[in-house]
């Protein structure tokens, strides 16, 4: 893991080359605290300290420390105790203040700098400001100490067997969590800051040897264009990381929570986008065949890694095209039904009051809500609220004659199957109201049609430079090997992936 | 925008490819009666062959300029620059046309008679424009999925005419004339267009081998030979009465219970005049104007949109856009034009061709 010394001292050199002002101080107690009060507007987490040194020439100081994010007992042991106690006998504030920096100060991680506005960075940072009133330095305390979420289990990504560690919101946690699965000095962690307000800490992540130079320079340049006031999530950052010109239905920016996938991707080329406050990574390029790998993948046997993966694909199918076909099928190719299930079918449908795409388009809709609403109730009522669905909605609807069981079965079929690959849920269910409409007004047709401009949206789509849809079109019969199929370890440790090598990817291979 | 990577040219090979077979969905049928099998096949041998010819100035022109007719035209003064311009884009206009009147006439009459024919075009053009201002190669892209869909398509058509097969001693026989020759050949004439796209669009591709368009060929060959073999004694005479085989072919297809091939050949067929009319609006983009494609492509899909309404208005118009002597005679003036380009280019220095031949 980076000092986090240096860490901060890369937040303040890049903030130095950006300010076009920077205010030299005269290093005064009293203006350092008028100055600091009229920025924060008196805000109840500033806290600003003074004390009066043991010395001859009565030498004061200030401990300037922001409300909970400082660990109250490191700064008492490493640097409070220690100022009280030592005797400065003549020295004069300049001296004092070397002094403390040299021998007084118990602190793992001491530095010195000389504006307000670093700083307003290292209290912001959770670092102890110690000002000896008429020195020209002032000094920075590594004494962080706030309260975060443990490295837990993500929710989003659970798997059978590997890993149980998850992300959690603090940068350098995810740092570690980093580096200690790949210890190569290759692994690099660059720092960028973005948010005009909210100055968000995150960090650029890759394989120094596997990455594109190029590809990283987009990078990021894309990020310095990044205009935010204020940064709060990875996701806050997706659509600048987007490539122009592309469609935005489906994400080339990928998230994971989970630090064996993100080092995963990362020995393939890639770069992770650690945002400091979020457990969510981001990771460029992403591929379209990417949505159906998953870490248990590569620890079952091969065959069923195999049979998952292909379940993975019908269920897609199924998610996005199940409605929308039996809409076209039920309203305008009954004949294409087969006849043992089209009479019962038609029975069913003939005696509900709606045509039969405003049933799907209506159950559909009711079925986004009372996901939304079970996403958000408090989990003693999701009970209750699961019983409503289920019962009022399900069974009653359909015994009120209002929709028929062969629609309920049909949504709920493929509301179901849209959970097999989660992280494309939403693009599965905009294209499954698109096509319910489609196959409604224009039957198989339509839906052809619309599945053609998906599919060539698809193929123009580029992440980073990259083919969204490698592998399959442009095709790679060597990448193919871990696509529709997972073959063995040993079979996949003879090449190597890199993403920049791509076919007809508009990046460079050096890095 | 279309992506400007010169990209692979198996994977343009195979859009062409799926284009001269998309061809048999949509031919009616126009062979002589009288006519064997064999003799058919004999036919469509020396049709695709014809087809290979036509290749042939393309390739001579990529190989000693190093360039495609209309990258050899734009640097050609403007006295012949516009003239291969205007034929082009005339050509192309044409032949999408050529492809798109029996489509609509084909779904008008067999699935939706319901349905305005012009409602029809207007939204697959307008799915055609969002294709081509992608560029060619998101195109070929999609060739790929469209192959997948094809041969699977095909497996069930065939195959659901498998138990229908009767095979009898005059399957072998040999019968037909010069008149039928010629008929015949006509007929299998009009994949030929492929090797127009061809000679306006091989500047872009990257690896090219002349074993790729005999395979192209050669493919579309086997597709020919095996639904002429089902439609002759799977279907049988009943095919020779209707309009479109293939259509009659995947209606008679079925396992057991289980029919509704047609519904996949619709969508096979739709999916194809899709890439085709993409691919021809391509080749008017760079035959045009190589930089303002959306404009381009946007005005000639108005120009496509005018006269395929003047067409079904018109019923001489119709015969005209639809007549296959002279699709076989502009496709042969297209082909043979690169020639022209041996005489009048120099040798390009476009990087993309440097490694492909």
Redesign the interface.
């Given at each position: 893991m980076r000092c986090p010394v240096r860490f901060i001292r890369g937040i303040i050199t890049e903030k130095r080359s950006k300010l076009s002002l920077v205010i030299l101080l005269k290093n005064s107690v009293k203006e350092i605290k008028l100055n600091l009060h009229t920025r924060f507007a008196d805000s109840a987490d500033l806290t600003i300290r003074e004390i009066t040194l043991k010395s001859t020439s009565g030498l004061t100081a200030a401990v300037i420390t922001m409300e909970g994010l400082v660990d109250k007992e490191q700064l008492a042991q490493s640097v409070l105790n220690p100022l009280m106690v030592y005797d400065f006998g003549s020295m004069p504030p300049q001296k004092a203040a070397e002094t403390i920096q040299n021998a007084v100060a118990a602190a793992a991680d001491l530095l010195t700098f000389t504006t307000v506005d670093e700083l307003v960075t290292y209290i912001t940072s959770g670092f102890a400001v110690l000002v000896v009133d008429g020195a020209e330095i002032m000094l920075a305390a590594g004494t962080q100490g706030y309260a975060f979420r443990s490295v837990s289990e993500p929710e989003s990504e659970v798997v059978q067997r590997g890993s149980r560690e998850g992300f959690s919101e603090p940068l350098r946690v995810n740092m570690s969590l980093l580096r200690r699965r790949m210890k190569s000095p290759e692994l690099v962690f660059e720092q960028l800051t973005v948010g005009s307000e909210s100055q968000t800490q995150l960090m650029l992540c890759y394989i120094q040897s596997k990455v594109s130079g190029q590809l990283l320079e987009t990078l990021r340049s894309r990020l310095n264009e990044c205009r935010l006031e204020t940064v709060l999530g990875a996701g806050y950052l997706s659509d600048y990381l987007e490539d122009k010109n592309t469609s935005r239905l489906f994400s080339g920016v990928g998230i994971s929570e989970r630090p064996d996938t993100v080092c995963g991707k990362l020995t393939e080329g890639r770069i992770a986008i650690i945002v400091d406050g979020t457990p969510a990574v981001l990771i460029v390029p992403r591929l379209f065949v990417e949505e159906f790998q998953g870490v248990d993948d590569y620890s079952n046997r091969t065959y069923y890694a195999t049979f998952i993966r292909l379940l993975k694909y019908l269920s897609f199918f199924i998610a996005v095209f199940l409605p929308g076909l039996y809409v076209a099928l039920a309203q305008f190719h009954p004949e294409y039904i087969p006849s043992f299930i089209l009479i019962k079918t038609a029975e069913a449908l003939s005696q509900t009051p709606l045509p039969v795409t405003m049933e799907v388009l209506m159950m559909t809709l009711v079925y986004e809500i009372m996901k939304e609403a079970g996403l958000r109730i408090p989990k003693s009522l999701a009970h209750a609220v699961s019983i409503v669905g289920a019962l009022v909605i399900g069974e009653s609807a359909v015994t009120a004659g209002i929709i028929s069981s062969s629609t309920l079965m049909v949504v709920a079929t493929a509301a179901i199957c849209s959970y097999v690959t989660a992280s494309l849920y939403p693009p599965i269910m905009a294209l499954r109201l698109v096509f319910i409409v489609v196959g409604g007004l224009a039957g198989l047709w339509g839906i052809v049609l619309a599945t053609a401009v998906v599919i060539i949206s698809l193929c123009s789509k580029t992440s980073l430079g990259v083919p969204y849809m490698s592998s399959l079109s442009p095709f790679s019969l060597r990448r193919m090997r871990d696509v529709f199929l997972r073959v063995s370890w040993k079979a996949l440790g003879k090449h190597t992936i890199r993403v920049q090598k791509f076919p007809e990817t508009e990046v460079d291979h050096a890095h | 925008?279309p992506?400007e990577?010169p990209?692979?040219s198996k994977?343009f090979l195979l859009a062409l490819m799926l284009a001269a077979c998309s061809v048999i969905l949509l031919q009616n049928n126009s062979l002589s009666k009288n006519s064997s099998f064999l003799f058919e096949l004999a036919c469509m041998a020396a049709g695709l062959l014809i087809c290979f010819l036509c290749f042939i100035p393309a390739l001579m022109l990529r190989k000693m300029r190093g360039a495609d007719i209309l990258r050899l035209s734009t640097r050609s003064p403007a006295f012949i620059k516009l003239p291969v311009a205007v034929f082009y884009a005339c050509y192309f206009v044409y032949t999408a046309l050529y492809f798109l009147i029996p489509y609509t006439d084909m779904?008008h009459s067999k699935?939706?008679p319901g349905v305005s024919p012009c409602l029809?075009t207007v939204?697959?053009l307008g799915?055609c424009v969002?294709?081509a201002v992608?560029?060619v190669?998101?195109?070929t892209?999609?060739g790929?999925?469209l192959f997948l869909f094809a041969m699977l398509t095909n497996i069930l058509m065939f195959g659901g005419n498998l138990t229908a097969l009767e095979l009898t001693a005059s399957s072998v026989s040999w019968q037909g004339n010069a008149g039928d020759f010629w008929q015949n050949t006509r007929y299998f004439l009009t994949p030929a267009f492929i090797a127009v796209v061809f000679a306006c669009l091989n500047a872009d591709i990257r690896n090219f081998r002349l074993r790729q368009p005999v395979c192209a060929l050669f493919f579309t060959g086997l597709k020919y030979a095996a639904v002429l073999f089902f439609i002759r004694f799977a279907v049988g005479a009943y095919a020779s009465r209707q309009e479109y085989p293939t259509f009659v072919l995947s209606r008679t297809a079925h396992f057991d219970?289980?029919?509704?091939v047609e519904?996949f050949y619709?969508?096979l067929a739709?999916?194809s005049v899709?890439m085709i009319i993409s691919l021809l609006l391509c080749c008017v983009t760079k035959a045009i104007d190589r930089e303002k494609n959306l404009r381009t492509v946007i005005l000639f899909t108005l120009i496509l949109l005018a006269a395929y309404t003047v067409s079904a208005y018109l019923h001489s118009a119709k015969e005209i856009l639809t007549n296959p002597n002279i699709f076989i005679i502009f496709t042969g003036i297209a082909a043979l034009l690169p020639l022209s380009g041996l005489i009048m280019g120099r040798k390009s220095n476009v990087p993309t061709l440097v490694h492909s031949m």
């Open positions: - | 925008m992506i990577t990209f692979s994977r779904f699935y939706y029809i939204v697959l799915c969002y294709a992608k560029g190669n998101v195109v892209r999609f790929i999925f219970r289980f029919a509704g519904s619709l969508a739709t999916m899709f």
